[in-house]
């Protein structure tokens, strides 16, 4: 089990020395695969024009550029939902960056009150994000939202 305030309390103080959006993506996307157990990605996607690039990031390469809508990144873009998703192969128009991928989980992160990136999270392990993962990763989010 993840220690969401333990991780956003780390978050706080990996963000407090800089203002850029790239070194604290960076040391975030490191803070999170490395608390999280059975990830093999963890990291950012940011919206450029109506596409989404890869951002910062930790594990497996990335599919560099996505669709707005298309597959669960864009999709949570699109909707401005977090995406909670326990089978990604049942997912319609998922996109397989990584075919060790199972499970998803995809948070929006707003700036100006728009979806200015997205933090995305991969699992080999079908349904290994939780309700409790849903709201402590949103919480983290909120806080990084704050020093965007």
């Known amino acids: 089990m993840t220690d969401y305030n333990l991780m956003i309390r780390q978050f706080r103080e990996l963000a407090k020395d800089t203002s850029d959006p790239v070194s604290i993506m960076a040391n975030t996307s490191a803070l999170i695969f490395y608390s999280m157990s059975d990830l093999n990605?963890?990291?950012?996607?940011?919206?450029?024009?109506?596409?989404?690039?890869?951002?910062?990031?930790?594990?497996?390469?990335?599919?560099a550029v996505?669709?707005?809508?298309?597959?669960?990144?864009?999709?949570?873009?699109?909707?401005?939902?977090?995406?909670?998703v326990p089978d990604v192969h049942a997912f319609p128009g998922h996109i397989a960056c990584d075919c060790d991928s199972n499970s998803e989980i995809v948070v929006p992160i707003?700036?100006?009150s728009k979806v200015c990136a997205v933090l995305d999270i991969d699992s080999p392990v079908p349904g290994r994000f939780t309700e409790e993962d849903a709201t402590g990763l949103s919480e983290l989010v909120r806080a990084l939202e704050e020093v965007l």
């Open 110 to 112: 707003h700036h100006d």
């Open 66 to 84: 996505i669709k707005k809508g298309r597959g669960v990144c864009g999709t949570a873009w699109e909707k401005d939902e977090l995406q909670l």
């Open 41 to 63: 990605w963890a990291g950012f996607y940011v919206v450029r024009g109506d596409e989404l690039l890869v951002g910062p990031f930790q594990g497996k390469v990335a599919c």
